[in-house]
């Protein structure tokens, strides 16, 4: 949430298109690295325990292959989106991410959390007071998906993700937009 408000502060208070297209392009590359990226190594990790799960060892070959297949797949390689190399699927091998908890959705979850938040309090003193006191404040009381709910927010509906993914085409828009003035 944090992120998205310095995000929404610097971008309220560039100085030029060039600022803005800075900053919306920094965006962009947090969406991609947090909400996309983050999922498919969510996916990869459900792979790899469904396969020790299956009695499949964990070989390199298996493990690049399952890499490779998901990198191409959120690319779009095959659509001819973006050419994704082979020498990519070793990729897996330096994340450490995958040699811990299992964790990697939190990610992609508190960011899209984060996004459905920032209308929430910057509409106003409202917001912002449930935001602290229904979320902030409340730490480890309840389970995250509660308290997120009880702030306004409800991770168990698709409305968190849709605002997400609004923002995002709204920040492509205006990058066009700047994009289209120079033009």
Known sequence: TNEWLFFKYNLDNAKNDNEK???LGSFLESVRQTVFRQTMFAEFELKIHQA???GRPLTADFLNATYIDL???YHGHDEGIVH?????AIEWAFIPHFHYDY???TYATSFIAGTAYVDQIRSGAEGRDKYIDNL???GSSKPPVQ???DAGVDMTTPAPFKATMKAMNDVMDQIES???KRN
Do not use: C, N, T
């Open 21 to 23: 297209l800075a900053i």
């Open 52 to 54: 020790v799960e299956q």
């Open 71 to 73: 990198l191409k797949r």
């Open 84 to 88: 994704i190399d082979d020498l990519y």
């Open 103 to 105: 964790y990697v959705y």
């Open 136 to 138: 902030l404040k409340s």
């Open 147 to 149: 308290i997120l709910k």
């Open 178 to 180: 700047i994009l289209d």
